[in-house]
T-cell receptor
Framework: DAGVTQSPTHLIKTRGQQVTLRCSPISGHKSVSWYQQVLGQGPQFIFQYYEKEERGRGNFPDRFSARQFPNYSSELNVNALLLGDSALYLC???????????????FGEGSWLTVV | AQTVTQSQPEMSVQEAETVTLSCTYDTSENNYYLFWYKQPPSRQMILVIRQEAYKQQNATENRFSVNFQKAAKSFSLKISDSQLGDTAMYFCAFLNRDDKIIFGKGTRLHILP
């Protein structure tokens, strides 16, 4: 079975531009979460979607938005890019909501975003 | 605020030795999950071990084991018979009831031949 897949793997954008990152969860997984990992830091929670509804949002500005589609794949959008948005963006999927007992969370390999 | 603290930014140990990575956390919740994740240079986050807070027994996975002290809010990872492939960043993480995983800043572990 395929794991969590993310695209693109690397991209470079200019300040002020917009970017869309994509995530396909493991087949059958209904929960998708997004994390931002700045170089040298641990990942920071951005969003969680479960059954196509937003279930949680981290401390990120409104320039960050996301959605989950009927097939449970997800997109993360970032508008008006800043240099500080340069980071690895990780997607995680799980069968149930993350905090369900015995629910394993799987991470993708991430999308490297560089803003110049 | 819920926080995870890893006090060792970087560690080195000889191959085949045992190493312990420290982690403390802060929460007012009673039921939660704790994890250790490994992030090699490929950057994919790999689950090493998981501990449910309601279980008193420490989790083990082959060469990896934890020392979970709930009252002290401490969750250390012990790697026995360390191997070169264990070289990576290790993140301690806490999953709260809102489904957010809160990560520490990580410990960079070098296994020396």
């Amino acid at each position: 079975d395929a794991g969590v897949t993310q695209s693109p793997t690397h991209l470079i954008k200019t300040r002020g531009q917009q970017v869309t990152l994509r995530c396909s969860p493991i087949s059958g997984h209904k929960s998708v979460s997004w994390y931002q990992q700045v170089l040298g830091q641990g990942p920071q929670f951005i969003f969680q979607y479960y059954e196509k509804e937003e279930r949680g949002r981290g401390n990120f500005p409104d320039r960050f938005s996301a959605r989950q589609f009927p097939n449970y794949s997800s997109e993360l959008n970032v508008n008006a890019l800043l240099l500080g948005d340069s980071a690895l963006y990780l997607c995680a999927s799980s069968l149930h909501r993350a905090s369900q007992p015995r629910n394993t969370i799987y991470f993708g390999e991430g999308s490297w975003l560089t803003v110049v | 605020a819920q926080t995870v603290t890893q006090s060792q930014p970087e560690m080195s140990v000889q191959e085949a030795e045992t190493v312990t990575l420290s982690c403390t956390y802060d929460t007012s919740e009673n039921n939660y999950y704790l994890f250790w994740y490994k992030q090699p240079p490929s950057r994919q986050m790999i689950l090493v071990i998981r501990q449910e807070a309601y279980k008193q027994q420490n989790a083990t996975e082959n060469r990896f084991s934890v020392n979970f002290q709930k009252a002290a809010k401490s969750f250390s990872l012990k790697i026995s018979d360390s191997q070169l492939g264990d070289t990576a960043m290790y993140f301690c993480a806490f999953l709260n009831r809102d489904d957010k995983i809160i990560f520490g800043k990580g410990t960079r572990l070098h296994i020396l031949p």
